[in-house]
């Protein structure tokens, strides 16, 4: 059971907009920022989005990311099949005193 | 080039030792918190430990805490992860990742994961 919670599928069409969400309290995405790592099969995984909405160089304008509260989400627009890959949130958790993750949510295109 | 690569990794006896190695290069290895995630077969990811640029401050995952250390050694560029009294649920890749900025060595909730290894298999079976 993770500390934070994404659904485990998510599913479009080609052009389509999806979204992922990832729910978890005030210990974590409340009181600290929020990341998302998309992970292809086989490999590492990759930074997405850091500190709540900040793209890295490279990934494409067609990602966003918010927070608000003790929830976020991941929002892929104009969606491609080379989209297909697991998605995972992150946050640091005060009370634990370490980082947690999301279960990942499996995007199929 | 900025590199991070896993050593160390192998099959291991329940209530085994092993010791993991991160050779990282091209970055002034130092400076900068470092951090072992895992990922067991078909599941998600698990953050396991991290640990200050100079070494003086390290977190565990309550799930190794007393079982699992993590140290670094900075001259040799080397991180590592000296994992005892293993499980069947210690089975998993393991990654060693840093975060893009140097420095907040009092600030663990700054030592997100940018750059990843390709990461070393450990598997805990009889």
């Known amino acids: 059971q993770s500390v934070l919670t994404q659904p485990p599928s998510a599913s479009g069409t080609p052009g389509q907009r999806v979204t992922i969400s990832c729910s978890g309290s005030?210990?974590?995405?409340?009181?600290?920022?929020v990341y998302w790592y998309q992970q292809l099969p086989g490999t590492a995984p990759k930074l997405l989005f850091y500190?709540?909405?900040q793209r890295p160089s490279g990934v494409p304008d067609r990602f966003s990311a918010s927070k608000s509260g003790t929830s976020a989400s991941l929002a892929i627009s104009g969606l491609r099949s080379d989209d297909e890959s697991d998605y995972y949130c992150?946050?640091?958790?005060?009370?634990?005193?370490?980082?947690?993750f999301g279960g990942g949510t499996k995007l199929t295109v | 080039e900025v590199q991070l690569l896993e050593s160390g990794g192998g099959l291991v006896q329940p209530g085994g030792s092993l010791r993991l190695s991160c050779a990282a290069s091209?970055?002034?290895?130092?400076?900068?918190?470092m951090s072992w995630v895992r990922q067991a077969p078909g599941k998600g990811l698990e953050w396991v430990s991290g640990i200050s640029g100079s070494g003086g401050s390290s977190y565990h995952a309550d799930s190794v805490k007393g079982r699992f250390t993590i140290s670094r050694d900075n001259p040799k560029n080397t991180l590592y992860l000296q994992m005892n009294s293993l499980r069947a649920e210690d089975t998993a890749m393991y990654y060693c990742a840093k975060p893009p900025q140097a420095g907040y060595s009092g600030y663990p909730s700054y030592w997100y994961f940018d750059l990843w290894g390709r990461g070393t298999l450990v598997t805990v079976s009889s």
């Open positions: 500190m709540n909405n």
């Open positions: 992150a946050a640091w958790d005060d009370s634990l005193s370490g980082w947690v």
């Open positions: 091209g970055f002034t290895f130092s400076s900068y918190a």
């Open positions: 005030s210990s974590n995405i409340g009181n600290n920022f």
